[in-house]
């Protein structure tokens, strides 16, 4: 049996605290998110937090909103690396998270690809991103409120996943696409995130909030 806490179905699943059950929830991706993109990244020395990450997590804690890390991690399918690389990786982030007093609710990582190795070889696999299924099981299993749940990533596929999960908005850091069904919030960085973060943090009506957010950014 494997140590950690991958499923039957390939998927890493780990909840580290469980949440208040009907509560929306801050879905975040990982590279490009909260740590820095450096591509199959399978050494924790390369673990670096992006500047932003810590105040918009402590922001959801002080409204009582999880956070969730959604994360594609092909290099896992690929054969690059494995779970007690992605593992290691993950430890250091999470250390380097809890130092500054955050922490993730729960993380979902999906392996598959539709060019990895056999084992890991789907051709439209339902839980990597821009499909729902990551954000979909950790919603139905946490029974968090997904329409009323915000999603923040530096792709398309992470708006794209979000809007077909029925999120209430997502926001797009750096310079990626969305052509998405949903709100989305541009920021140029993560740090630029925060604000519309506290926007939708302090609103009940996070989508039209959002909607206003982006008017006001493009000017
Ligand atoms: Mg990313």
Known sequence: MSPFPVGPD???YEVRHRPAPGTRALFLDRDGVIIRDRHYLRDPDGVELLDGIVAI??????SGVPCIVVTNQSGIGRGLFGWPEFYAVQERMLEDLARAGVAPAAVLACPHHPEAKAAYR??????????????????ESLGLSAAESLMIGDKGDDMAAAAAAGLSGGILVGPGEAAVAMPVHRAGDVRAALEPVETWLADGAPASRLRAAETHATG
């Not at 997590?57 to 002080?62: E, G, H, I, L, S």
């Open 122 to 139: 789907l051709a439209d696999p339902p839980m990597r991103k821009p499909n729902p299924g990551m954000i979909l099981r950790a919603a």
């Open 57 to 62: 997590m402590r922001a959801a804690q002080r």
């Open 10 to 12: 390939q998927i890493w």
